[in-house]
């Protein structure tokens, strides 16, 4: 099996099968081996490189999720983005582990802003949860909550830019400038 226009004396021996396991631990198709095949190829390409080698098969499985995590920051509701937007913030703003109740002001400040419904804390913290369970953030759960409850904390699994890039493409967004508002959230 290869990919047409990739010649199969250029695949070092670990390739296709490293390409029909990611494609098995994925949607198990042929047609998704197929496609990291060719992101393989054009990696090495890209690098002048003469073989498609096993590390260029794990860079376009690394590409082709991050991709997948974009669609799903796209994707996301109007209170998806709020909760992205305000821990993308505190992010940028060098705040990192934080709690629900700081992802919550910046994102009852971000509601006022772009004029949305403000829901609850424990409500906005559900949409936190969804983002780590879609790979987009990291929620941690720990006992140490008020009256002794369980507390989470959260910070980005994505780079900030590229969850920054998302947002600023969102329409409801547009007026909102967050140079200003991570300027806003920076603790001396």
């Not at 994707?75 to 990192?96: F, K, P, Y």
């Not at 949860?129 to 369980?150: H, N, Q, W």
């Amino acid at each position: 099996m290869h990919a047409p226009g990739i010649d199969s004396g250029v695949l070092s021996e670990d390739v296709i099968p490293l390409c029909a396991a990611y494609a098995a631990q994925d949607k198990g198709s042929a047609r998704q081996a197929i496609k990291y095949l060719r992101k393989a190829a054009a990696i090495a390409e890209s690098e002048d490189s003469p073989t498609v080698l096993g590390d260029h098969v794990r860079a376009a499985q690394d590409e082709a999720e991050r991709e997948l995590i974009i669609e799903g920051m796209e994707q996301l509701t109007t209170q998806g983005h709020l909760a992205l937007a305000a821990v993308t913030i505190l992010e940028l703003a060098n705040e990192t582990d934080v709690r629900t109740r700081d992802v919550y002001d910046v994102y009852k400040s971000l509601t006022n802003d772009i004029d949305a419904d403000q829901l609850a804390q424990r409500r906005m913290r559900d949409h936190l949860i969804e983002l780590d369970m879609l790979s987009i953030i990291r929620a941690r759960k720990s006992a140490s909550g008020s009256v002794g409850g369980e507390a989470y904390t959260f910070e980005l699994r994505v780079e900030p830019s590229t969850a920054l890039d998302v947002l600023e493409a969102v329409s409801r967004f547009d007026d909102v400038d967050f140079n200003t508002m991570t300027q806003n959230w920076l603790r001396e």
